[in-house]
């Protein structure tokens, strides 16, 4: 019995964070500040018009608010996003793309986005399956960098 519980336990471990619906969320192995600076560079290399950087924890201390760190950094693609805005403009509510680093309550940080597919279905967009596709591994791909070591 115990070796079941210590391998649901473990298994458990490997498992993602568990995260809002929609939310796609990985480890990072820096700090915030550290791994949002990546992920501006990356996104930016990658050809990404990074719009804003907002520290919320800065945000919240200037409030006399203790917040542990967390940063939001928002940048697109418009040829990307326009073609979703064509097929349905709802969808503009949850563009441009996003990404979230945070620090939990055990100390972890986390990179958390918004899940192309989810958000697609979301607001019945059923004709972009290709550029949703390429949105999905896109930015797992940045998310990924982020969070490395390299």
Do not use: Y
Request: charged share 20%.
């Amino acid at each position: 019995m115990k070796r079941i519980l210590v391998a649901c336990v473990l298994a458990l471990a490997a498992l993602p964070v568990l995260a809002a619906e929609g939310l796609n969320v990985i480890s990072s192995s820096h700090d915030v500040t550290t791994t949002m600076d990546r992920l501006e560079k990356i996104v930016t290399g990658a050809g990404f018009k990074v719009i804003a950087r907002v520290n919320h924890g800065k945000a919240a201390q200037g409030a006399g608010i203790a917040l542990k760190p967390v940063e939001l950094l928002i940048f697109g693609k418009p040829k990307a996003g326009s073609l979703l805005m064509q097929s349905q403009p709802s969808v503009a509510i949850d563009l441009p793309m996003k990404f979230l680093v945070w620090e939990d309550a055990s100390g972890k940080v986390n990179i958390g986005w918004n899940d192309s597919a989810w958000i697609a279905a979301r607001h019945g967009i059923a004709d972009q399956d290709k550029l949703v596709n390429k949105m999905t591994g896109a930015l797992r791909k940045l998310a990924t960098r982020g969070a490395g070591s390299d």
